[in-house]
Antibody, heavy 114, light 113 residues
Framework: QVQLQESGPGLVRPSETLSLTCTVS????????WSWIRQPPGRGLEWIGY???????NYNPSLESRVTISLDTSKNQISLKLSSVTAADTAVYYC????????WGKGTTVTVSS | DIVMTQSPDSLAVSLGERVTVNCKSS????????????LAWFQQKPGQPPKLLIY???TRESGVPDRFSGSGSGTDFTLTISSLQAEDVAVYYC?????????FGQGTKLEIK
């Protein structure tokens, strides 16, 4: 069965770009929608955006100007880039599969701090 | 954006009792292609990612105990736990995947009384 694993720096400086990778195992990324979700400490869930296996993307308008999601089919990975980060971007970041998110990674904690 | 509003924000229920969590969407989330509602329910325990319980408003995910059920139509949906078990202590979220941006309810924290 498909498993997801997020990875990336745990600490990002304000105004820099957050870069995360989601590695898919047990299946191909060449199907389904793949989303990024984030959860600030002690708070609820926010959808960041998704990428379809064709490469088409859809982003949350609240983040659209700063977000890029892409695929690397050769590595079976989905990446997230979020630019110009502030403390408000501190969160656990998850990657998920499908619109109803049937598979989640364990998440990776990103702290934005100088 | 479709706003998802859950009620209550928290509740405490005795073991073995019935639990009901409500979710109201600001607009309909019915997929006309299959006449199913694009509404999912998740369970999140501390330090863990959310876990899918229910999708299409009433379809139980494989492996989820049958004490969990989903129902609803229009803009009102319900997650029911028929008999509360200790391991059900968690925060529960509803989510619509009808239109982007996908949105979640604020969460309902379930505790044991």
């Amino acid at each position: 069965q498909v498993q997801l694993q997020e990875s990336g720096p745990g600490l990002v400086r304000p105004s820099e770009t957050l870069s995360l990778t989601c590695t898919v195992s047990g299946g191909s990324i060449s199907t389904y929608y793949w989303s990024w979700i984030r959860q600030p400490p002690g708070r609820g869930l926010e959808w960041i955006g998704y990428i379809f296996y064709t490469g088409s993307t859809n982003y949350n308008p609240s983040l659209e100007s700063r977000v890029t999601i892409s695929l690397d089919t050769s590595k079976n990975q989905i990446s997230l880039k979020l630019s110009s980060v502030t403390a408000a971007d501190t969160a656990v970041y998850y990657c998920t599969k499908r619109g109803y998110m049937d598979v989640w990674g364990k998440g990776t904690t990103v702290t934005v701090s100088s | 954006d479709i706003v998802m509003t859950q009620s209550p924000d928290s509740l405490a229920v005795s073991l073995g009792e019935r639990v009901t969590v409500n979710c109201k969407s600001s607009q309909r989330v019915l997929d006309s292609s299959n006449n199913k509602n694009r509404l999912a329910w998740f369970q999140q325990k501390p330090g863990q990612p959310p876990k899918l319980l229910i999708y299409w408003a009433s379809t139980r995910e494989s492996g989820v105990p049958d004490r969990f059920s989903g129902s609803g139509s229009g803009t009102d949906f319900t997650l029911t736990i028929s008999s509360l078990q200790a391991e059900d202590v968690a925060v529960y979220y509803c989510q619509q995947y009808y239109s982007t941006p996908y949105t979640f309810g604020q969460g309902t924290k379930l505790e044991i009384k």
